[in-house]
């Protein structure tokens, strides 16, 4: 019988369950998305849109599990899409709702097609907007211009930053000038700006003073204003009455409808990892236990952010016991983090990483020939349905004729 490292745990399931009543026949690694989470999250995004009457869309890139979007489509208004393919699932699988799509640049050659699937098209530059923009209108699309107000609320983080200095990521004041022609402006329904990751209302505060002072004057003469996303709306110490505020202050002041298309608040917090402990090894004073899970193939972010995700049973401060987690695979820094345990670990133990559900199954890749997860999906009566059955063949139809 495997043993759940119990302690004070870093996170808990909703309905105070203990993770091993629920995960013990799962085969590991697996990936579960919590619906009792999700409809948390709903709750609190149904609520700033019945305080503004704002419309809050998915960004499916962090989260397209659609198994689960009815669950969803019963709070928010609708789904953003990176592209062709994420717009056609929204369309799919949210279907009664809105479709937004925003890419750094269409293709001619799958345009028509992005037409059937969405309802607003946001592009980058005026110079896709002048290629596309009349075809889309004509198509009866309500159009958009991503915006760069130029205003960086994020430290460290360039990679996640379309601020940060050179960004090819929205049209700059000087480029609006020099490029924007009346009728291309003429073509607009909306502007949308997205420049903030994980942070609070305060960020976006300081991101619409910038927006106001460099684009002012044109949001005005717009229907809408798209916030983007990067909003931890359902983080606990997420200041919900000053995003109310804001928004309101934007409707006021132009008299615009307001989105804002957050993905990680859709699902924070609602998807969990589960791996069991292979092997545990020694090399000097570092004590290292190997996962069934990868950090490099199962969880990107860790790697690529990086971050170190809560561990359900993790204590916090220096405990007696020091792992480092690890993955199976041949790359060196494919380690999750060190953790710190009252009781050692042992091979077969049951290891419940949270924060999965975001970035992650969405991401995830078979590098080594490591195996997908399967995703599970948890009712809301604690039911246990899985909803993929991924095997050799998803590794190999990558490669090449199957
Ligand atoms: C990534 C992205 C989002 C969602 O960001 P989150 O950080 O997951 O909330 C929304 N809109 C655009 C244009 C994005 O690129």
Known sequence: MERIID??????????????????????????????????????????????????????KAFSNYDLYPVLAQYISGTEASGLFEARLGAEEMSEKEVHVFCGAYRDDEFEELLKYVDHIVFNSPYQLKRFGSRAKQAGKSLGLRINPECSTQDG?????????????????????????????????????????????????????SVEEKFGD?????????????????????????????????????RVEVYLEPGEAVALNAGYLASRVLDIIQNGEVKIAILDASAACHMPDVIEMPYTPPLYGEKEGKQKYIFRLAGPTCLAG??????????????????????????????????????????????????LERLTDFGYKDFKMRLGKI
Request: net charge negative.
């Open 7 to 60: 302690s004070r745990p870093a996170f808990r399931m909703l309905d105070g369950k203990r993770p091993e009543e629920i995960f013990n026949t799962l085969p590991t690694p697996c990936y579960v998305i919590d619906e009792k989470q999700l409809h948390r999250n709903g709750e609190i995004l149904a609520s700033v849109i019945k305080n503004t009457g704002c419309k809050i869309l998915l960004a499916q």
């Open 157 to 209: 983080h360039e990679i996640y930053d379309p601020c940060a200095a050179g960004s090819r990521l929205g049209t700059t004041r000087q480029i609006w000038d020099e490029q924007m022609t009346e009728e291309l402006v003429s073509l607009l329904d909306g502007l949308h700006f997205h420049t903030l990751c994980e942070q609070n209302a305060d960020a976006l505060e300081i991101t619409l003073k």
């Open 218 to 254: 044109v949001i005005s003469k717009m229907k809408w204003l798209n916030m983007g996303g990067g909003h931890h709306i359902t983080r606990e110490d997420y200041d919900i009455s000053r995003l109310e505020e804001i928004i309101l202050y934007a409707q006021n002041k132009w």
């Open 334 to 383: 494919d380690v999750i983090g060190d953790y710190s345990f009252e009781e050692e670990l042992r091979v077969g133990d049951i290891l419940l990483f949270g924060d999965m559900a975001i970035y992650s199954t969405c991401k995830n890749n078979t590098f080594n020939g490591m195996p997908l997860p399967n995703i599970w999906r948890r009712t809301d009566n604690g039911e």
